[in-house]
């Protein structure tokens, strides 16, 4: 899929999304393969990198990561612990609720999920996440002159295609919506919603949710000037 935006001037970069690992350690074999494979300039991971594991279990799948020398940028699903946020790999940068930027591309993250009945590791309310996004959104514009913006978020936006679960309930964040409508950010990457791999748009903004990795999904994502064009891509692990 191609998209254009005539506000953005973005220099080409080649970029790898994943999300939903679940701990499965085959899904990171094929990310860090295809990641080498593809001769991206950047890995991103949406969240969901353990299944209720440590942050040792963590770290030993995301290692696999780092010795690709690729940067590589993530958030913390609902099924991480929280202090993965804090976790310091050599290569590899947790941006929940920081700013990253890298060429001409500013990077906010959002980790965790929204309050559920299922009482996973990592959720915060509404107005939680509501407060994270409007610091973030304060430091780039205090420290970032051409904002040329990619948002990475675990939980996808509500009321769109990748939000939507297998029983129809529209199960994404009010506040991941209200940041993409009053920001604009050129491209949305975000995952959790596991049914609901594809392509979506708000407003002006290209949402991607590239599928659970545990099952072979990643996306490729070619920015160049104004035009983002999406892989979705799927392999047998």
Known sequence: MNWNV???????MKIIAGTDFHGS????ENFAVNSKRHEVDLAVICGDIT????????KNLLTMLAEINIPTIFVPGNCDPPSLVDLNLNGLTCIHGKLYVNSDLAFIGLGGGTVSPFNTFFEMREEEIAK???RCAENLRENVRKVNLIFVSHTPPKNTRLDRTFMGVHAGSTSVRRFIEENRPLLT????IHEARGVDRVG????????????????IVTIKGGEVNVELRREEI
């Open 25 to 28: 350690r085959s899904a990171f």
């Open 132 to 134: 994270i996004l409007r």
């Open 51 to 58: 299944n209720f594991g440590t942050v040792e279990q963590a």
């Open 189 to 192: 990457l975000c995952g959790h």
């Open 204 to 219: 002006d903004t290209l949402v991607v949710n590239p599928g659970p990795a545990k099952q072979g999904n990643y996306a």
């Open 6 to 12: 005539k506000d953005w001037n973005v220099k080409e």
